[in-house]
Each structure stands twice: as structure tokens, then as C-alpha cells.
């Protein structure tokens, strides 16, 4: 559960700052209350997907592969939901690209903090077995 909240609210954020980066290409353009619930449902059904995905690393499969695939279940349902989400321009290459390129940061925050906090945790582990053997 805490996954699934910790996902959907990652996504969230994700999800309005891609729209405070579209409202800054057309800063003419004003988001209509619609707009703002279909990129809230948009966000959270993202979430999900990721927090499903998430699961991935409870398989005893090496990190490597894991990431591969987690990065690749995200980036394409990012590219899915950002279609529908009106995210990118699907004519417009540099669109897309420029999404992927978020995507990616973005994952990449994330998965640096998914890291350093288990690094966190082993450090923790190991003080605490070293204090047992004293």
C-alpha cells in the first residue's frame, strides 16, 4: 500500500509539472477545471502502473534486468497516458523526444532515491550486526 501512495503521488507531481511545462510553451492557454480532473486521472492511473511495475524488484531476477524492464514498462505507459494526456504532439519528433527525455529524469530521480535509501538501510544493517558481534 504505501508503494501504491508513494507511486501515485510521484506520478502527480510528474504530471503537473508536464502541464506547468506545457502552460509555459502557450501561457495564453488556461487549463479548464475538465482538463485538470483528466490529467489528475491521467496521473493516478500512471501511478498504478508504476506501482504495479514497482513489483518487479521483489523478483529474484539480477538488478540489471529488472531496471531494464521497469524502465521500459514506465516509459511506455508514460508515452501511452501522455498521448491520451495531450503530453506531446505525435507529429512533432521533438515532442516525443522531449517527453522520453522527462520520462527519464524523471525515473531517474526516483530510482536514485529508491537507491541511496536502500544503501541507507544496508548501512544500517550492517552498524547493527557489527554492534551484536562486539
Known amino acids: 500500500m504505501k508503494n501504491l501512495i508513494q507511486s501515485i503521488l510521484i506520478s502527480l507531481c510528474s504530471s503537473y509539472f508536464i502541464i506547468m511545462l506545457i502552460s509555459l510553451k502557450s501561457p495564453n492557454d488556461f487549463w479548464m477545471s475538465e482538463t485538470i480532473v483528466k ?3 491521467y ?4 501511478g498504478i502502473v508504476i506501482a504495479l511495475a514497482n513489483q518487479l524488484y521483489k523478483l529474484e531476477w539480477p538488478i540489471l534486468v ?3 524492464v521497469h ?3 514506465t516509459v511506455t505507459v508514460v508515452f501511452v497516458i501522455g498521448y491520451y494526456g495531450g503530453w506531446f504532439e505525435l507529429n512533432n519528433t521533438k515532442s516525443i523526444f522531449l517527453l522520453y527525455a522527462r520520462a527519464s529524469i524523471i525515473y531517474l530521480i526516483v530510482w536514485l532515491y529508491y537507491y541511496t ?5 544496508i548501512r544500517k544493517m550492517n552498524s ?3 554492534q551484536r558481534g562486539e
Open 117 to 121: 535509501d536502500e544503501k541507507r538501510v
Open 39 to 41: 490529467q489528475f486521472f
Open 43 to 46: 496521473a493516478v492511473l500512471l
Open 66 to 68: 529488472v531496471l531494464i
Open 71 to 73: 524502465y521500459a514498462v
Open 128 to 130: 547493527q550486526l557489527q
